[in-house]
């Protein structure tokens, strides 16, 4: 049996595919990754599961009825037809909706995480065919880190400059003696990365710096998310507490006289203000530690005693995604800068702040200095957008106003949602009001590859291939490989790439040669490809020919910024290297923030009380607190099918992590399925008992596709165990509207009823009809 190794990637690590007889039969991490993500072993079960899309498929009802609002969307049985009968269809409804209602009434924000290849990037492909036909709607920013987003380039001038040029892990590793983490570093993060990584070193550095002993500080309800090697002291706050935590470490740095008041004076503004009201004498609350105790549960002598090391220490103070996914998340962030300006060391080795160290593997990885190809994606001709955590708001109450970082804008009436390589059933909160949203529109059309429960609430849905079923170049800008990623098998069923896709509906729609100008696939690679290689050799460097890269399949790239430290320039001459703000330096007090007059988000870091936490009223009825954070056997949603992601399951349902206090409470045991619920909706999912969590907290994680008991009820159960049924659709506040999805208020029971069976995986229901 002849067997090859094809070259390929994925955002969670570069591999080669091992293939036999036409099937990929195993995957290979490429040779130089020292810690390779356990997410490769999703992938050879995947390509062939029975949840792949076939052929095109129309929902039966918009076939009868043509376009139009529906509550039956995720409902109804599909009809397959063939392509030129699913191109022709496609085709007359875009020229329907442009011709009544323009760009501005189809969204194409179409959010999602489908390839890490750079010319099969899905949401690349859609926006360029969109934009060849008037433009969309789109969506700003990131359910990741819309928050931070916003808040950052208010407080320091830029969010691409901290995370694109973090201080570099190569310089901690060596220099800093003091990690305080907020919310961790967990390894699980570190494995992703947009456009994928050739390396994971993230382990390696964090075993260097603790061999160098380096101390390290928890603070977080989930014990790790920190790896235990590096013997961190577990800090176990109440979620939602953390700002207080850090205003009280703030006070008794001012109370005890640690703080720099040269640097502040010299590189920040607004420190008067905030001394003000950390103080008490704004609001007449002092922020002391007693103050944080009562609301985080961490003693106010070891809140004092952590102050007092980190103004004696190198400290770098981390920050991870989670905390601005909460309502106020623009806070923490802030503070992080705050407290790090106040210590005096953003700019030197090992010091300062870091925002994502823990979120994305390739924050503190060194940036090319010419990054990987991209696709053009032309120009928008339309302005309305909406910050993407948005999306039901803007479904459901079109025409409203809104506020967003200044601005008063108008949710604008979408006609037409266009889904390229994306699962909003994971990244959305609150699915019951997501489904209704989804009702709204006229038409919804969703490329995937599987029967994601997007793809089951969507009318017109076209097979999609997946990576490995076509060619493209993977490459990220802060990874120091290029990679050629080769087909490995033919396509499942009819499934085509979006490329494919929309060059047949741009030559149907009269757009074909300003779609493809005249390219097939290999032919946009080497295009791609010999554009980048001219940029490198403008910037010194050389790359080979592309077939030369082609056949070779990794590509080590040159021009790599190494041991780079955050704000090192604005440091040594901060007159002469601003900050991009408006007053060149850190703004510990934004002016601009503080004239929004936002009660959500005043003019500097302030504790705001959630509405949703275990010091809330609510929690008398729900006295659990949910964290529902990323998970550890998948990206996202994606392969959720995939052997690994299947491994962690219990009885087929999401893991949920309960302390054993909480469980013996509610007679539950390790293995037991049990229903987790609020008045938003409820969920079955497989308990594990834990004291890797505090008590008072569970622990589910997002991405366990929406399966709902009565597929035609919005307000069903979820029996797979998805928790944004549970989560709530509130943006963080009026400055960033970012997704606040973290957190939410729970009760859990053992179930005692029948185990309803795992449907997610099932293709929906189909009718077979002659002539079409």
């Known amino acids: 049996m002849a067997r090859a190794f094809v070259s390929h990637s994925s955002h969670w690590g570069a591999f080669e595919a091992e293939v036999a007889d036409g099937t990929v039969v195993a995957i290979r991490p490429y040779r130089h990754d020292p810690d390779p993500s356990p997410l490769l072993g999703n992938i050879v079960d995947s390509l062939r599961h029975p949840a792949r899309i076939a052929q095109p498929m129309i929902r039966a009802g918009w076939l009868d009825r043509g376009p139009g609002a529906n509550a039956r969307r995720g409902a109804e049985p599909f009809v397959p037809v063939g392509w030129t009968t699913a191109i022709d269809l496609l085709a007359r409804e875009l020229r329907r909706v442009y011709d009544q209602y323009g760009g501005a009434g189809v969204y194409g924000g179409s959010y999602g995480w489908s390839s890490a290849g750079r010319f099969h990037h899905a949401q690349s492909q859609l926006h360029r065919f969109l934009n060849g036909l008037g433009g969309y709607v789109r969506g700003e920013h990131s359910y990741s880190n819309g928050a931070q987003s916003v808040i950052m380039p208010r407080v320091v001038g830029s969010m691409r400059e901290f995370l694109d040029r973090a201080t570099a892990w190569s310089v901690l590793e060596r220099h800093t003696e003091l990690f305080v983490c907020f919310g961790g570093i967990p390894i699980k993060n570190t494995m992703v990365s947009p456009g994928g990584a050739s390396r994971h070193p993230a382990r390696d550095h964090l075993r ?36 207080a935590v850090m205003l009280a470490l703030a006070y008794t740095l001012v109370d005890e006289g640690l703080h720099d008041r040269a640097f502040l004076e010299r590189y920040s503004v607004g420190f008067d203000r905030f001394e003000r009201y950390l103080l008490g004498a704004a609001d007449g609350c002092p922020k002391t530690p007693a103050w944080a105790e009562r609301l985080s549960e961490i003693p106010a002598a070891t809140i004092r005693a952590l102050a007092r090391r980190m103004a004696a ?28 300006a106040m210590l005096g060391q953003i700019g030197l080795p090992g010091g300062g702040f870091g925002q994502g160290y823990g979120s994305l593997g390739y924050i503190g990885r060194a940036p090319l200095r010419v990054g990987p190809p991209t696709l053009p ?48 059933f994971h990244h959305h909160q609150h699915l019951a009001r997501l489904r209704r949203a989804l009702a709204r529109p006229q038409t919804i059309v969703v490329h995937d590859s599987f029967w994601t429960p997007m793809a089951r609430h969507a009318d017109i849905v076209l097979p999609a291939s997946m990576t490995l079923e076509r060619n493209d170049i993977g490459g990220s800008p802060n990874d120091p490989c290029l990679i050629a990623m080769r087909q490995a098998v033919a396509p499942w069923g009819e499934a085509r790439s979006d490329f494919a896709i929309f060059a047949d509906l741009a030559a149907a729609l009269g757009v074909g040669e300003r779609f493809g100008e005249g390219r097939d696939e290999m032919a946009w690679l080497r295009h791609l490809y010999d554009g980048w290689r001219s940029r490198v050799a403008d910037d010194g460097g050389s790359a080979p020919p592309f077939d030369e890269f082609w056949e070779a399949g990794f590509l080590d790239v040159p021009g790599v910024d190494e041991d780079l430290v955050l704000f090192r320039q604005f440091r040594a001459d901060p007159e002469r290297t601003p900050l991009g703000t408006p007053s060149g330096k850190i703004e510990i007090f934004s002016a601009a923030i503080d004239e929004f007059r936002y009660a959500d988000c005043p003019g500097h870091p302030t ?30 949603s994606q392969l959720d099918v995939g052997a690994f992601s299947q491994s962690t399951k219990v009885r087929g349902r999401e893991p949920i992590r309960i302390h054993p206090a909480d469980a013996a409470a509610r007679g539950i045991r390790s293995g037991d399925v049990v229903r987790v619920f609020n008045h938003r909706g409820s969920c079955l999912a497989g308990a594990v008992l834990t004291d890797t969590v505090r008590p008072r907290v569970v622990q589910l994680s997002t991405g366990a596709w929406y399966d709902p008991l009565d597929p035609a009820d919005p307000d069903a159960m979820c029996v797979h165990g998805n928790p944004n049924v549970l989560t709530f659709d509130r943006g963080t506040s009026k400055l960033a509207q970012g997704c606040s999805g973290q957190h939410a208020l729970v009760e859990v029971e053992r179930w005692t009823g029948p185990l309803p069976p795992i449907r997610a995986y099932d293709p929906p229901a189909l009718e077979r009809r002659g002539g079409v």
């Open 208 to 243: 260097a710096a603790r061999a160098r002993r380096a101390e390290f500080v928890l603070v977080s309800p989930l014990r790790d998310d920190l790896p235990g090697f590096v013997s961190a002291e577990w800090l176990s706050i109440v979620p939602g507490s953390d700002v």
């Open 313 to 340: 220490k190198r400290t770098l103070i981390n920050v991870n995604y989670a905390l601005q996914r909460v309502e106020h998340g623009e806070q923490a962030p802030w503070l992080a800068v705050t407290l790090a």
């Open 377 to 424: 994606q032309g120009r928008n001709p339309v302005s309305d957008f909406i910050p993407f955590a948005r999306l039901a708001d803007m479904l459901l109450h079109p025409g409203e106003p809104f506020d967003f970082d200044g601005q008063r804008l108008t949710y604008p009436e979408i006609r037409l949602v266009y889904w390229c390589g994306g699962n909003p």
């Open 607 to 636: 504790w705001l009380e959630p509405a949703e936490w275990l010091g809330a009223p609510l929690a008398r009825r729900y006295p659990l607190h949910l964290v529902a954070n990323n998970p550890t056997a998948r990206l996202h």
